[in-house]
């Protein structure tokens, strides 16, 4: 198999950047710039069992840039199933293969099934013990990378001037 210069990890980012943008069609960075949560997914209680790719090979044949929350009501191990299901469908079914961002809410930890919850970022900030925030943060993206998560909806700074 011929592998492209975007694909070939020894090259420098910006030649493999300039390459792949190169290839790709118009409707291919739309799909990038796009993040939505997983269609026709309709959440239940525990839910078990093999995603279904179907909406996904459907609604995004050119891959997306994020898909959201499929870990909201799936165990830890069913939540890096799916996961992986949608990286092999985005690296193996669409014509570049890139890679999709796999985004999770995580106000005060990680918000899923089974997951460890955290005060509200006003109860952490009342500690006055960054070091106790950054623990507890650290944990969070311990269990959405084992579900296999990329990114976190968080907040990040919340400056104030006075700290009443």
């Known amino acids: ?3 492209f210069p975007y694909l070939n990890p020894t090259l ?7 390459d792949l943008l190169t290839r ?22 525990d839910e078990e069992g093999p995603i279904d790719l179907d909406p996904l090979r459907q609604n995004w044949p050119h891959g997306v840039g994020g898909i959201g929350r499929i870990g909201l009501y799936r165990s830890s191990r069913e939540t890096a199933v799916a996961a ?12 570049l293969g890139i890679p999709i961002l796999i985004i999770d809410e995580a106000l005060h ?8 919850s955290f005060p509200q970022a ?16 650290t944990a969070a993206a311990a269990e959405m990378r084992t579900r296999g998560s990329h990114w976190a909806l968080t907040p990040v700074l919340d400056l104030a001037r006075d700290p009443r």
């Open 24 to 45: 790709m069609t118009l409707d291919e960075k739309l799909a990038q710039m796009t993040i939505f949560s997983f269609p026709g997914h309709h959440p239940r209680e």
């Open 84 to 95: 992986n299901a949608i990286q092999h469908y985005a690296i193996h079914e669409t014509r």
């Open 122 to 137: 006003i109860g952490l900030a009342a500690t006055w013990d960054p070091a106790l925030v950054e623990q507890a943060f």
């Open 12 to 18: 420098p980012i910006p030649q493999r950047v300039t």
């Open 109 to 116: 930890g990680l918000m899923g099934w089974h997951a460890t």
């Open 1 to 3: 198999m011929n592998q």
